[in-house]
């Protein structure tokens, strides 16, 4: 088998384990040299693809490719962008030939979501249509947690031990307050149209803490919230309220809509907090307190979950052993095998069935008033964030590595994206 080099690159919004992905992958790759080259990394994405902007990370350190295990973030930039079909813009396509065949490049390995997926699949169909030996594999990142086929997705561990442990300590405080001041704490959290990290809130029922969650599954009913969040008060003293970003009215319409797309056409959203806690001064005029966890849930590796870091570490080694096996257009995958004891093997998936296909929150793990979990959704959520993976503190901060990200010469003419 003639030596090819591989391309490897992150796609979408980064998670606080993307980069240990990355590590097992590169790691992997180091080991089979007589098969694997020298192993590129697209600056941003599938745009240093098109833009012939690689990164030899062949030039950094084993010490520092070991470091990204322990580094949130994506390392090598990461981006926001869809590949059209073949038959709409053949063009790029054709680029993307252009750029492996002046690299020797015969492994594409991408990092993302269901829109990333989206774009491996049609990468891997370029070995057929254009003549271009390429195996594509898709290596699943995404905190909504809403791929196909696999059991969790990486990223997602980590954020909803962030949300958990974050709606945890807030009610603590809110508590204290409850009876001289603040009686609501409002915690915004992404998911446009899962609401698996909203479902993390659920996890506080022995702590014995009121948490009313809005999830997207559920068309919000604004009567049946406020009643629920009135209860909760009169008995408790306060309430925590728990709202997904892709919370909605029957109507469709995001609670958090701004008007605006991102660069995938959705809706951009970002403000269903400050909605709901309006909702409810307005309507029980109770003093209340939100906070939009944002960028933070996903960046936070302090508090990553130890079972999501090793499953992205193993799906970054996966990616690379499949391709070896000489497959194409698949994904590796966690299968779970038990929830006491959490055991799990590494499968694989068809691309085909994973591109544009979303997971939603099964009807069983919303509890029957549509506000909370089941016991079936907890003993799913509560393995995923066991363990703690603290990564070296230097002065109080944790060490993360920043990569030196070397680009490799160039060898065509420039490429407007």
Same mark, same amino acid.
């Given at each position: ?19 240990? $992905? ?27 693809? /098109?833009?012939?902007? %690689? ?27 869809? +590949?059209?079909? /073949? ?42 249509? +254009?003549?271009? !030996? %390429? ?9 909504? =947690?809403?791929? !196909? ?53 659920? /996890? ?27 209860? =909760? ?21 995001? +609670? ?17 907090? !400050?909605?709901?806690? =309006? ?47 000489? $497959? ?68 109080? /901060? !944790? ?19």
């Amino acid at each position: 088998m003639a030596k090819k080099n591989a391309f490897y690159a992150q796609s979408g919004g980064v998670t606080a384990v993307i980069n240990a $992905s990355a590590c097992g992958l590169i790691e992997t790759a180091r080991k089979h040299k007589d098969i694997i080259g020298k192993v590129y990394a697209g600056r941003n994405g599938i745009i240093g693809a /098109l833009t012939e902007d %690689l990164i030899d990370t062949g030039k950094e350190s084993d010490a520092d490719i070991a470091a990204l295990r322990y580094t949130p973030s994506g390392a090598f930039g990461s981006c926001r962008y869809k +590949l059209k079909s /073949l038959e709409a813009n053949k063009r790029e396509y054709e680029r993307l030939i252009a750029i492996f065949k002046a690299h020797n490049i015969g492994y594409f390995f991408y990092n993302g979501g269901g829109d990333s997926a989206d774009t491996c699949f049609k990468i891997s169909q370029l070995s057929e249509s +254009l003549s271009y !030996p %390429l195996q594509a594999i898709h290596v699943p990142k995404t905190i909504d =947690n809403d791929l !196909p086929i696999t059991d969790c997705c990486p990223g997602f561990g980590s954020v909803a031990k962030y949300v958990a442990v974050s709606t945890l300590e807030a009610s603590f405080d809110v508590k204290s307050m409850a009876k001289t001041s603040t009686k609501i704490f409002v915690l915004e959290v992404m998911g446009r149209h899962a609401g698996w990290i909203a479902a993390a809130g659920g /996890l506080l029922v022995d702590h014995d803490i009121p948490v009313v969650i809005l999830f997207p599954e559920v068309v919000f009913d604004q009567k049946k919230f406020l009643a629920k969040v009135d209860a =909760n008060v009169m008995k408790f003293g306060y309430c925590t309220v728990v709202v997904s970003e892709g919370c909605h009215y029957p109507d469709g319409k995001f +609670l958090a809509e701004q008007g605006t797309t991102d660069a995938f056409g959705h809706a951009q959203l970002g403000g269903a907090a !400050p909605v709901v806690a =309006n909702i409810i001064k307005e309507a029980l005029g109770y003093k209340f307190h939100w906070a939009v966890s944002d960028y933070l849930q996903r960046s936070a590796r302090h508090i990553a979950s130890k079972t999501d870091v090793k499953q992205a570490y193993q799906l970054g080694r996966a990616a690379v052993e499949l391709a070896l096996k000489g $497959s194409n257009a698949v994904m590796p995958t966690i299968q779970r095998l038990s929830d006491v004891p959490y055991k799990y093997r590494i499968g694989v998936a068809d691309l085909k069935d994973v591109a544009n296909v979303e997971k939603f929150m099964p009807k069983d793990f919303i509890s029957r008033d549509g506000f909370g979990i089941t016991e079936k959704c907890r003993r799913y959520l509560l393995p995923l964030i066991q363990g703690e993976d603290y990564p070296k503190y230097v002065d109080g /901060l !944790p060490q993360y590595v920043t990569l030196k990200n070397i680009a490799v010469p160039k060898k065509l003419a420039a490429f407007k994206v």
